[in-house]
């Protein structure tokens, strides 16, 4: 995602876990528009953040440096990874929603979380190419959900919008759109999605 951004002419501050030092080599690849930060530092600089965490770990988001940003989430629930959450298995709510009831103050828009990163890489086609493909965004702010659509489309991807974040489970894990649509996500060959194949496996979605 870093390298599209970059590729797009955006600047890009990349984080992890383990400290700024250790992303050297991956600023280094991505050239003078990239720089390392920590998590709080990225946050802060960021106008766009994208949020790619093991779900169980959104509670150590931080919240006041999110706050007023648009953030895109990439989060899948795994209970084998994550632990239960009951009100998840339900259907009560969804994994998006309880980060934004968290991050009350941003603007969170669900994508990302149904392509694996080799056909995110793979998949990127010119506005207007018969063969571009689509990624899935839900969320509760329309201008939030602008801003994701104008930077899809900028790092060669259309948007279909699947509605409010309450609707974000139809393109999560055992769904047809997860994965799927693009190729799989074990599979190492993509194929382009656009907006009427991603639409049909969206509605194909069962919980």
Do not use: C
Not at 135 to 140: P, S
């Amino acid at each position: 995602m870093a390298q599209l951004a970059v590729a797009a002419g955006y600047d890009v501050v990349v984080s992890n876990s383990r400290g700024p030092e250790t992303l050297a080599e991956l600023t280094a690849e991505l050239g003078p528009k990239a720089r390392a930060a920590t998590a709080v530092e990225a946050a802060q600089a960021g106008d766009i953040v994208v949020v790619s965490v093991p779900f169980k770990a959104y509670p150590e988001l931080p919240v006041k440096e999110l706050a007023g940003k648009v953030v895109l989430d990439t989060n899948n629930y795994y209970a084998q990874r994550d632990g239960d959450f009951p009100a998840i298995d339900s259907g009560e709510t969804t994994s998006a929603e309880l980060e934004q009831k968290y991050l009350a103050g941003s603007h969170l828009v669900k994508v990302f979380n149904n392509i694996n990163f080799k056909h995110l890489a793979a998949l990127p086609r010119p506005a207007g190419a018969a063969d571009r493909s689509a990624l899935t965004i839900a969320g509760d702010d329309a201008s939030a959900k602008q801003t994701t659509t104008e930077f899809l489309d900028a790092i060669g991807y259309d948007t279909y919008d699947v509605g409010p974040l309450s609707e974000s489970w139809r393109f999560e894990p055992n769904t047809p759109a997860y994965g799927i649509p693009y190729g799989g996500y074990a599979d190492s060959d993509s194929t382009p999605a656009g907006v009427d194949a991603i639409k049909t496996a969206v509605d194909a979605a069962k919980r």
